[in-house]
Structure formats: C-alpha cells, structure tokens
C-alpha cells in the first residue's frame, strides 16, 4: 500500500454545512452530468443524509438529478448478511460463555456472580463486554495490545506495578472470554462481527460503481474508518470535506477530525442568546416566547434541536398546545414501545409462578389483544377490573373460571362478553405455557408476529419496529433449536430485552409542519437560518460519558485513542460550526434547565462558560443564578391534561346559584323529568358537596370510589353488602319467634350462610386478606344472632326485608324508598332499621351537621331556601345543617303511604355491626315535628335544585368538613373552582 491519503478541503463558514456540501455536489454535477451518480456521499447521521437529500432536490437545475449514494460512516466496513454474526447472536454468545464460567477462574474480572437471577446478570454484562469489544475492533485492537500498552506506558512507575498487574490480569481473563466467544459463534457456524469488520476494512478497494468517495463534514472516525478510507485511497478519489475555513486548517488532523486545540476557543455565544429555566415547562415556554418575537416569514426557518433526550417528552407536550407539533427523526425506542411493554409483562408472567396479578397485566396488552382478536380491549378490562373487585383469584387459572361464573350470575356486561373473555384468557394462557417451555420461546413469539402481520396499522410505531423484531426472533429460534443455555424461555426474554433497548424504528406520521426535534450531531446539518437549541447540558454536549470501567481516560491516552478531551474538542467545533454562518443572517438561541423531569439536579454545558474573562463573572451569574425550587410533577401535570369546561350560562332568575351549563354547555339534568325520582341517598350525595354531585352526574369522576394499584381485600362497600345479603337471609329464615329456637343454633346456621355467600363470591381458595375480613364478619354476625333472638322473645316480627316501593311526598318530589329491614311489635309499633357496617354514630349525630360561624354565613348567604335546624348540646345551643335525610325520610315514606299497618310515626334505628371487636348496638331516634317540618323542606329544595341542574357550590365553598377526595384534591390542590374557570362566590365581609 502506498502513503497516498485522502485530500482534504475546507468548506468555509459563509453557509451552512448542510446548504455548503449540497451546493459543491451540485456544482461537481453541472461539470459532469454522471459525475454525481459516481460518488458516495458518507455524512454523519441518518438524518443528516435525509436532509442532504431533500436540498439536492431542491436546489437541482434537473429534474431528473442523477443523485450519489449517501451512506453512514459505519456502512463502509459493514458486515452483514448469511453466515456472520448478528448483534442478538453475539449478545447470546456472551450470556451464553458468562453463564457457563467458573467464576473463581475469572475472580479479576467479575469478584462477585450473584447467585439468583443469573441470567440477568450474565445478560447485563454481557452487553458490557460486547461494547468493549466493539471499541476494540474499531480500533484494530485486541486484549494482548492493551495488556502490552499497560506494561509498556506504566511498568516500573512506584505505586503503579499493583494497579498495572491486576489490570493486565483482568484483560487476560476478558481474552480468554472472547476467545470463547468466538468459537462458540463458530460453532454455531457463524463468524464474528469483528473479524467480517476487519476483513472488509483491508479489502475496502473491491467496492464497485464508486469512482469518488466524499466524507462530508463527519467531525469524528474511527481508527478502522481510517484504514478504510486509505485502502479506498489507492484504488479511487476520496475528498474529505470540512466545515470550517481554510486558515484553520492546522486545527484538524489528516482526516478532518478536531483536534484538541479547540478546546482553547472562545465560544462566542452572547449572553442574550442563553435562557436558564427552573425546569423542562419552563424551558418549552422559552422557546415558544422567542418563536412568538419572529416575524412570521421567519417562523417557517426554525430549527429545534434536542440534545438533552430527557425533555423531548415536555417539549413535544408545550410545542403541541401551542401548535406546533414535534417530530422526533430518531424514532422511538423499541423498549420504550407496546413491545417492550409486552416483554416487560411477559417477565412478570413467567416469573410470576402462576400468579394472576402478571397474566392478568399481559391480558391488557394492546398488542396480545390484536393477536388473539379481540374487538374491544376496554370491555376485557372492565370485565378484569369487575372480577379483581369481587372475585379475587388468587391464580391464572381461576380467571377464566372466575369470568364464566360472573357472566352466569347476571353481570351487567352480559353473559356473551363474560364468556368470550374467559376465551380469550384461555388462549393466553395455553400460549404462556407454550412460550414458557424449554426452546419454545422465539417460536412462541414469532406466531404471534404473525397473527398480528394484518392487525398492526401502518402508521403505528411498533409496526415499523416488527421486521427488526422478526429478525432478531428468528436468529433466537436458530440458537434454541441448538438446546443448551438458550433453551430456557427466561434466558432467551431477557437476550431480546437487551438488545430491543438500542433499536429504535422511525415512526411515519409526521404531519405536514411538524418540526422535527434534531440531536447535536444532526444540527450541524440543520440549514435553517434560525435555531432552537434546547438541553444543552453537560454530559449531553460536550458528550462526556461516564468513565468505562475497562477504558477509562488514562488508558484511552496511552493507547492513541479518543478520549474526553477530544470529544469535547469535537462539540466546541460543532458548535462554532452551528455558530458562525448564522452570525449575520439569523440566531441561534441556547435554552437549558436547572432541573430535569425527574426533580434532578443538571447543569448548563461548560462549552457556555468559554468566553472572555471580562464577560466570566456575569455569565456565572445568568447560568447558575438561584432559583425557587420546583416540585416534581404530578402525574396529570407531565401528560398535558386538562380540563375543558364550558362557560356559557343561563339567566339569573334571583335564586343566587349557577347552572350546571357553566361545566358543560349542553349540559342537562337527568331529573329534570318530573317523573324521575329520587333517593334518600342521592339527595345525600348532593347536600354533601354539590359541585362534586354534578361532577361525577357529567363527567363521571367520582370522587368515593377507589383505584388501587393492586387488589387484595374487599372494598368497604363490597363487605358492607356482603354481610347485608347474609342479614336478609337470615332474618328471612327466623321472621317471628318458634319453637326450638336457641342461640347456639342460630349462631352456626348464620355462619353457615356466610360460608355459602363467601364462596360463591370468592372461591375456595381466597387470599389472606379476605379470610380476616371473613372472620370480622363472622364475630359480627354472631353477635347479631344472640341479639335477633333477644328480639323476637320481646315481641318483635320481621315484616319488610330490603323493602322497595315508590313514594310521592308531593307534586314533582318522587322518592325510590329502600328499606333494610321492617319490624312490627305485637303491641303494634313499627319499627325501621338501617345496618350499619361502618363506625358506630348516634342517628341524629348522622344526619345533622353543627356549622361553624364562617359556614354560618356562606350557608345563609349562599342556600338561603335551606333553613337552619336548632339543638341544644352539651349545654349550649347551636344550629346545624342536614347532611343526611334517611331516616326521617323512611320514616315519612312509611307512615304516609300506611304501608305494614303504620298509623304514627314510627321508631328509627341503626344496627351497628362495627368490623372492630364488639358486639352489635343499637341506637335509635324518634324525631319531633319540627324537624319532620325541616325534612320535608330540604328534600323539597334540593330536589328542586337537582331538578333544573343548579347549584355548583364546593363543600369548601360552604365552609364544610373538608372533602376526603383523593383525586380532586391531587388535580386542584388549592382550588376545585378555579380549576373548572368557575368565578368565585361573592361573599358579605366574613370579618364582619
């Protein structure tokens, strides 16, 4: 080979790097009409091909542009096809050797093999070795040089010889482990990556149909590249363009690469261009304030850059509210994908034993759900989340049977659905356990690309991500057929795993005017006039890794390789090279964060800090300023939710309240037929907090019901029904006093219904927590036994159990009346009865509220047709608000409608059945007629109020008991009204 090198020219700085190369291919094409279709063109990034692309196009004179081949550096010693090794079969091969070694054998390299989750481990470190590896060959190295390297550069140095042996060690130990790396890709009739790499670097010269090779503005190549590029030398023309101008020629190498001088450059940013923000939102709207100063034909060249990955989320969120939406050229990563979500479920399910919590997480992926045909994902989950409340099944198998069963006895979703989703969790089960079987693991998962080849819409991500899937399963079906380690289905998950997170597929709905998000490296190519930079952060440009434990810096030196100082030198020339053409014609603006999404602390990149001394102190100043801490981001906060209320109102008729259109302009309540009728507890519901009644009636946001992570125990409401149904059954069994009864009797039979309602519910296999709520309630019933007894001895007869009717108060006021239970003495008393399976609590304790002075006056300013009730306690009178209308109301119902021979007012009580140790109370409560009076008022205005859909007044807004709401409290921690845009009340001076 002779000394002849690649020529090198220098570009200049009067355009753009993209608009500069464009513009000298185009020139070489009007010289030599073929000329251009004769070249390769290798740039540094995918997308920096697509845009060089785009500009040939446009900027061409033809319309028939005869265009070069563009291509990534890394193509020009890429070594694929037949017989070499993938990137899945070389991770394989490493898991493979790692989990066969003896650890003692290899004690410098790895001290410490954990003995659970081996195959985690191996695969970890394995994806380690390979990047060693990897930088190794592109280097033309291998262990034996840096062992030699070691010895010659620190050999002898006093308090190094310890360091330089343990180190040379370690090096022996990896050569010996990539020997047998090697030979087991070879029997697995492969050859290594590495040695198809080299091999095509020296015959570089073969390669047809190319005359000139240009590498255009590529700031860093490989010592293998290089080689490359010399071998290609011989045989054709190959130019190296810089972007940079010629009197700075003696700032690069011999290939254009920068060298470690410009580390000594002023950068040259001005102060005004930089933008310091508390967090990511607040870096958005930087960028979206300066966007907003352009003038409008200025807008249509912008640039976006985002160096800093971790707020591409964030941007994407603000830019697209704004109008703007964002699109990311790199793609999506696969492991950030349905499919890393479904690998990530499938980890879960074969580790999980059996267990339903992690099959029932894989019944939920999109992705199984389009393979097995189901229709409608959000019915099967309804249907789980409807059997994890009241079945419990503790394992896969029970599921479907649990499904079948809730289908049979009446489920509101219907038996078709119920049984079609027992199907469909079968099918997935019986294709777990294939999948889970020794060597089944890629042939398990390839059918299900298949079935899924005609059910993944184009568009979709995880579409362009399926053939790069296919192949990497199909090389793991190759290797399983083979047995050995690769045979177990966990080894084989966790091989696909590590690979999927450095792929990643370009998602194909960019729409019309998005703009696109550029990394560092893609912005050089970026021939916008004006530019956007966003987390340029330290660690992210300059792009300084964290130190290899294998390849530190010291080593990196003595070896002649790249190491931080020389990648740094390379972003200050990318930044001088994104700088200096848009100095007099556009901007470029600098935006970073003091904090990132995750609350972490970042700081500004130190390339912002190179300039001047005089300019030094305040540059400190602007970047690391104090500012106010920020929080972390609520859940609702990071996904850009919101919600979008109406404002239109209705006419004020003098009754002071809003209407519910002010929450939605179409808004209409579902009361407002007067033959609709209402219940105790709805009206309950409403006297509670208004607000949050006509939230949960339009939005269905309910704010008592539960969302737990992961369902264990019963509910509170489903214990209190459980022990209401064993209640009716048994008082239905013993209604009146009859010979033979005694309490031991009683006692086991009741405990007998609740063993039958139990089971039925819960099955025979229940999970702990469900046994303990069992025995609450059994001591409960019991007690209740003994006390049933003691009742019918005094005289007393069930009439009424669960009792149901339709009771009319007066003209438009229907109420649905259900009533747990009706007693009759032989003296010809009625008697109401209310179970209670919470807290204990005196009845009018229940029903009244005392309001404090402050509610006193919102109340009467704001509900002035609800009049206040007066009591005296504990010496001292106070007025008090209804929050509960149901025991005078069953009361009302009963005598009025002279049902069960009633003829006055009857008793009203509470059986208190308290989950806690004790036995069952009773209090009871006989109300006088001024508040019977009182009662009928208040269910006469609020269902007036309900009725024509007023009233949008919070508890807080009333002064009452603060509201218990979780998710309310979580979405509008200060204000519920403000959150809806709904005006504050006007009050009178409360001070006064």
């Not at 020009?76 to 096809?81: F, H, I, N, S, Y």
């Not at 930079?533 to 130190?547: A, I, L, N, W, Y």
Request: with cysteine; hydrophobic share 45%.
């Amino acid at each position: 080979m002779t000394d002849r090198m690649p020529g090198v020219e220098f570009l200049g700085w009067e355009k753009p790097a993209a608009e500069a190369v464009a513009e000298r291919l185009l020139e070489i094409g009007r010289q030599d009409a073929l000329a251009l279709s004769r070249c390769a063109v290798v740039v540094p990034t995918k997308e920096s091909g697509r845009r060089l692309r785009a500009l040939l196009a446009e900027r061409s004179d033809s319309k028939a542009l005869l265009s070069p081949r563009v291509m990534l550096p890394g193509q020009l010693v890429e070594a694929g096809g037949d017989g070499v090794a993938d990137e899945v079969a070389e991770l394989a091969a490493w898991t493979a050797v790692l989990m066969d070694a003896d650890a003692e054998s290899f004690s410098r390299l790895f001290p410490v093999v954990p003995e659970a989750g081996r195959e985690e481990w191996a695969v970890g470190l394995a994806a380690r070795l390979m990047k060693v590896r990897r930088e190794l060959a592109d280097h033309e190295c291998d262990c034996a040089a840096v062992r030699e390297a070691l010895q010659a550069s620190f050999g002898g140095e006093d308090g190094l010889d310890m360091w330089v042996d343990d180190e040379a060690e370690r090096w022996l130990d990896l050569e010996q482990l990539a020997e047998r790396v090697d030979a087991m890709l070879r029997r697995w009739e492969l050859q290594p990556s590495h040695e198809a790499r080299a091999a095509m670097a020296g015959n570089a010269c073969r390669r047809e149909g190319v005359e000139r090779l240009i590498v255009a503005c590529v700031p860093e190549l490989p010592f293998v590249l290089r080689r490359c590029l010399q071998g290609l030398a011989q045989a054709c023309r190959v130019d190296i363009w810089v972007h940079a101008p010629a009197e700075l020629a003696g700032w690069f190498d011999a290939f254009g690469v920068p060298l470690e001088r410009w580390n000594t450059r002023d950068a040259g940013v001005p102060s005004s261009m930089i933008h310091v923000a508390a967090e990511e939102r607040g870096m958005a709207a930087g960028c979206l304030r300066v966007m907003s100063a352009m003038p409008e034909a200025e807008l249509q060249d912008v640039a976006l850059g985002a160096c800093d990955d971790r707020f591409v989320a964030a941007l994407c969120t603000q830019f697209g509210d704004a109008g703007w939406p964002v699109y990311r050229p790199e793609g999506r990563a696969l492991s950030a994908s349905g499919w890393g979500l479904l690998m990530e479920s499938l980890d879960r399910a074969l580790d999980g034993g059996g267990r339903c919590e992690p099959f029932e997480a894989l019944l939920r992926s999109p992705l199984v759900a389009r393979a097995f045909g189901v229709r409608s994902l959000y019915g099967v989950c309804r249907l789980l989340d409807e059997v994890r409340r009241t079945r419990f099944p503790a394992n896969a198998e029970d599921l479907s049977v649990a499904l079948e069963a809730m289908g049979r006895e009446g489920a509101e979703a219907g038996l078709a659905a119920c049984l079609s989703a027992a199907d469909y969790a079968r099918k997935v089960g019986d294709w777990l356990a294939r999948l889970g079987r020794d060597g089944s693991f890629a042939f398990a998962m390839l059918s299900l690309l298949d079935a899924l080849s005609g059910a993944v819409l184009p568009h979709l991500p995880e579409y362009g991500m399926m053939e790069k899937l296919r192949r990497a399963l199909e090389t793991l079906r190759r290797l399983q057929t083979r047995r050995g380690v690769f045979a177990a289905s966990r080894v084989a998950l966790h091989v696909l795993r590590s690979w999927s997170r450095g792929v990643a597929a370009v998602e194909r709905n960019r729409e019309e005017f998005a703009l696109d998000a550029l990394g560092w490296m893609e912005l050089a190519y970026s021939r916008e006039r004006n530019v956007l930079v966003t987390g340029f952060h330290e660690g992210r440009v300059p792009d300084v890794e964290v130190e290899d434990a294998f390849l530190p810096d010291r080593l990196r030196r003595v070896l002649g390789w790249e190491d931080s100082r020389l990648r740094t030198a390379r972003d200050a020339f990318l930044l001088a090279s994104l700088l200096e053409p848009r100095r007099a014609v556009g901007c470029v603006h600098f935006f970073v964060a003091r904090q990132d999404p995750e609350r972490n602390p970042v700081q500004p990149s130190s390339l912002l800090l190179r300039c001047s001394d005089e300019e030094l102190p305040a540059r400190v100043r602007l970047l690391f300023e104090t500012m106010e801490a920020v929080s972390r981001p609520r859940p609702f906060e990071r996904g850009g939710w919101h919600l979008c209320a109406g404002q239109e109102r209705m006419p004020d008729d003098g009754r002071n309240m809003e209407h519910i259109s002010m929450l939605d302009a179409s808004a209409i309540s579902r009361w407002a037929d007067e033959s609709r009728p209402f219940s105790p507890s709805l009206l309950a519901r409403f006297l509670r907090c208004p607000l949050r009644f006509w939230l949960r009636e339009l939005f269905g946001i309910d704010p008592d019901k539960d969302y737990p992570d992961r369902k264990r125990a019963m509910e509170f409401n489903e214990y209190g029904t459980l022990v209401h149904g064993v209640l009716e059954d048994f008082v239905a069994e013993y209604p009146a006093l009859r010979g033979g009864l005694d309490e031991r009797g009683m006692a086991r039979h009741i405990l007998e219904m609740l063993d039958r309602r139990f089971a039925a519910s819960y099955g025979e296999r229940p999970l702990a927590p469900l046994m303990i709520q069992k025995r609450l309630a059994a001591r409960s019933l019991e007690s209740f036994s003994a006390r049933h007894l003691k009742d019918l001895q005094a005289g007393w007869e069930n009439v009424g159990r669960e009792a149901e009717f339709l009771w009319t108060m007066e003209q438009g006021v229907h109420l649905k009346i259900r009533i747990d239970r009706i007693d009759r003495h032989a003296d010809g008393r009625i008697r109401i009865i209310d179970y209670k399976t919470g807290k204990a609590m005196p009845c009018e304790d229940k029903h009244l509220e005392a309001l404090k002075e402050d509610a006193l006056i919102r109340f009467r300013h704001l509900l002035p047709m609800l009049p206040l009730v007066a009591r005296e306690r504990k010496g001292r009178e106070e007025l008090c608000r209804w929050k509960e209308l149901q025991l005078p109301l069953y009361a009302l119902a009963v005598m009025e409608s002279g049902r069960y021979g009633c003829t006055r007012q009857p008793e009203t009580c509470y059986y208190n059945l308290p989950r806690q140790r004790g036995g069952v109370t009773v209090e009871a409560w006989v109300p006088d007629e001024s508040l019977m009076d009182s009662v009928r008022q208040w269910t006469r205005e609020t269902a007036l109020m309900i009725r024509e859909g007023r009233c949008l007044y919070s508890a807080e807004d009333l002064g009452l008991s603060p509201y218990d709401d979780e998710i309310m409290n979580a979405l509008a921690p200060d204000s519920l009204r403000a959150m809806l845009d709904l005006p504050q009340p006007a009050f009178p001076n409360l001070a006064d």
